[in-house]
């Protein structure tokens, strides 16, 4: 078996046994059952922290909740981190195999120690959850609708590993606006999305005053920064949410860019109701599904440097310039080989899944049939709320999308992918464009 396809054997390992566990009778409130496919789809939809929820986490004994809240912790932090991690501290040391799927699954660059990195990814991960759990302990103190200490952790940790899960059913509208809530999740999510290797070059950069960041941070940070103070502002100011037009131009500006944030972060909380939005909102929000944000952090979607490696490539052409550039800077060959293989085939799986619930849930409008499926194969768990009405080939299709945007859709075309290791020499032959 290939590591790739031990990436992809593994996640469906974990999603099947979680679904058996969410299957048990004590899993749900009052003995209330759920079908296998809606247990299928919440495993699923925990494992590759994506959020959406064909039924309400609420429904779920404090077992289910904890076997949700132990499927997100291993599908955001990874399985091949959280196993690393523990044979590091038995062994002390990792296989070559172990090597080559951490290196697969987190785009680690060449240069950097992995055994190290592992270390570093493990403990700052934890920290945040647990410091971040802290601070959202007074937030939930005087909520009757699920013990504070326990909402605490779980939404740190669905934050965090940009799950988007929430124990309310109403997810984050009843919070919509108290601001501790949502400042403290927004940078929970945020130092999540970025992910270990962005946050240590910032902090880096800080404390030892150094001029300049990496390329790839500088590129992520401008990037985001650009994309999510421009779509707050933009859908503050064209009233994207009828519902606030309302409040303070203050408060606007925090409920949108907590939107904002969970959508291009693909953390996928919502404190308003998506339904009402305007559709310029959301083509703003499912256009930010589909950018994601860091490589190595734990957010879905393509993510900023393959899509701007995507646009240097495209720009360097119209310029006539004979290699791809970005920020006065040469992206390698094979990058650009990468991301635009990576943009062609997402983008392709995309069309696809709409496609095929088009015609699976006919009665679902087209533009919430787009947004759900950008926020599946994104991994970002927003919705307008018609999860639950989905056809069973409709549920199979967001599960396939959820699962293909956990391991990656490269990864996941290139596990099934013969390779042949024969050479072959094709006469050179022109073709229109």
Excluded: C
């Amino acid at each position: 078996m290939k590591v790739l396809q031990k990436i992809l054997f593994f996640y469906a390992a974990y999603i099947f046994i979680g679904s058996l566990l969410l299957m048990l009778p004590f899993a749900h409130q009052g003995g209330i059952g759920i079908s296998y496919i809606d247990s299928l789809f919440i495993a699923t939809s925990a494992v590759s922290t994506t959020g959406l929820v064909s039924v309400s986490i609420a429904n779920f004994t404090f077992f289910g909740q904890f076997v949700v809240w132990a499927m997100i912790f291993a599908g955001g932090i990874g399985y091949m981190t959280f196993g690393a991690f523990i044979t590091l501290s038995i062994k002390g040391r990792l296989s070559r195999e172990q090597r080559n799927v951490l290196k697969q699954t987190f785009s680690i660059p060449r240069d950097m120690d992995v055994l190290r990195m592992i270390r570093h990814i493990f403990i700052y991960a934890v920290s945040v959850k647990a410091i971040g759990a802290l601070f959202l302990i007074p937030v939930f103190w005087n909520d009757p609708r699920a013990n504070p200490i326990w909402s605490a952790i779980f939404h740190s940790v669905s934050a965090f590993d940009t799950a988007g899960f929430s124990l309310y059913p109403d997810n984050f509208v009843s919070y919509m606006t108290n601001v501790p809530a949502n400042i403290i999740i927004s940078i929970i999510s945020i130092l999540g999305a970025l992910g270990f290797i962005v946050a240590m070059d910032f902090f880096s950069v800080i404390r030892h005053r150094r001029r300049k960041f990496t390329f790839t941070t500088k590129i992520i940070l401008t990037v985001f920064t650009v994309l999510v103070v421009g779509a707050t502002l933009i859908n503050t100011f064209s009233n994207g949410i009828p519902e606030i037009a309302d409040y303070g131009l203050g408060m606007r500006l925090m409920i949108t860019f907590f939107q904002t944030v969970n959508a291009i972060n693909t953390a996928g909380f919502n404190s308003v109701d998506l339904a009402p939005i305007s559709l310029g909102m959301m083509l703003i929000l499912t256009l930010l599904m589909i950018v994601g944000t860091a490589p190595t952090g734990t957010s879905g979607a393509l993510k900023i440097p393959t899509l701007s490696a995507v646009y240097g490539s495209v720009i360097s052409h119209l310029k006539g310039q004979k290699e791809a550039t970005l920020f006065h800077r040469v992206i390698p060959a094979e990058r650009v080989k990468q991301a635009t293989s990576n943009f062609v085939i997402y983008i392709s799986l995309l069309v696809l899944g709409i496609v095929i619930l088009s015609f699976s849930d006919p009665h679902i409008p087209l533009h919430e049939l787009i947004f759900e499926a950008a926020s599946a194969i994104g991994t970002t768990g927003l919705s307008t709320g018609i999860t639950g009405s989905f056809s069973i080939v409709g549920k199979i299709t967001l599960i396939l999308l959820m699962y293909v945007g956990r391991v990656g859709v490269f990864t996941a075309i290139a596990a099934i992918t013969i390779r042949s290791r024969i050479r072959q020499h094709y006469e050179a032959a022109d073709v229109a464009v």
